[in-house]
């Protein structure tokens, strides 16, 4: 069974609206991480957001914010006012206990921003 | 800081040769780990190190090998290049865990065709 699911392979936005990006996971671990990564077309990853699994707030970083539903397994990325410099390839990834800080990813949802 | 480097940026090969892609980072960092990304899918981890001398497998080692002589530089080899190790590869790395979220710190990527 996949540990992280993206199932919106594309999304589209309009400029200055918010968006919501999927991702659930699954994990038996009480101890874990999330993780949003942007890969905007030149490639690199780019860290966005965390939220650890014993955080009571939901994360939040400038205009990124994290909806985590812990009950749910769910942990999306809330984008608010979209800029067009957002479209880009956006991970979730999950950080399970365990050595070495591994990271498992989900196929990403690519989101174009629209004027 | 110039971050986690990796070279070559591109490279060609054909079927059965052997190459080594280098990645070193300057920030100190304990864990150092080696991804795949294939065209519209997210990363795999190959081979990740939590330090020098230590070396262990991902998710999809084969076909490749790594070594960590030095804290600073952590290799990837491939000795009979196939065409389906054709991806991007990217190198990362982040100080061991210590409560706090601990992102991966990611390189530009190494774009490897194999024909």
């Known amino acids: 069974a996949q540990k992280i699911t993206q199932t919106q392979p594309g999304m589209f936005v309009q400029e200055k609206e918010a968006v919501t990006l999927d991702c659930t996971y699954d994990?038996?671990?009480?101890?874990?991480?999330l993780f949003w990564y942007k890969q905007p077309s030149s490639g690199e990853m780019i860290f966005l957001i965390y939220?650890?699994?014993?955080?009571?707030q939901n994360a939040t970083e400038g205009r990124y914010s994290l909806n985590f539903q812990k009950a749910r397994k769910s942990a999306n990325l809330v984008i608010s006012a979209s800029q067009l410099g957002d479209s880009a390839m956006y991970f979730c990834?999950?950080?399970?206990?365990?050595?070495?800080?591994?990271?498992?990813f989900g196929t990403g949802t690519q989101l174009k921003v629209e004027l | 800081n110039a971050g986690v480097t990796q070279t070559p940026k591109f490279r060609i090969l054909k079927i059965g040769q052997s190459m080594t892609l280098q990645c070193t980072q300057d920030?100190?960092?304990?864990?150092m780990y080696w991804y795949r990304q294939d065209p519209g899918m997210g990363l795999k981890l190959i081979y990740y190190?939590?330090?020098?001398?230590?070396?262990d497998k991902g998710e999809v080692p084969n076909g490749y090998n790594v070594s960590r002589s030095t804290t600073e530089d952590f290799p990837l080899r491939l000795e009979l290049a196939a065409p389906s190790q054709t991806s991007v590869y990217f190198c990362?790395?982040?100080?061991?865990?210590?409560?706090?979220?601990?992102?991966?710190?990611f390189g530009p990527g190494t774009r490897l065709t194999v024909l």
């Open positions: 990362a790395s982040t100080p061991p865990l210590a409560g706090g979220h601990n992102e991966q710190f």
């Open positions: 990834a999950m950080r399970e206990a365990g050595g070495g800080n591994k990271l498992t």
């Open positions: 994990t038996s671990d009480q101890s874990y991480g």
């Open positions: 920030m100190n960092h304990n864990y």
């Open positions: 190190s939590v330090g020098a001398g230590i070396t």
């Open positions: 939220q650890g699994s014993y955080d009571e």
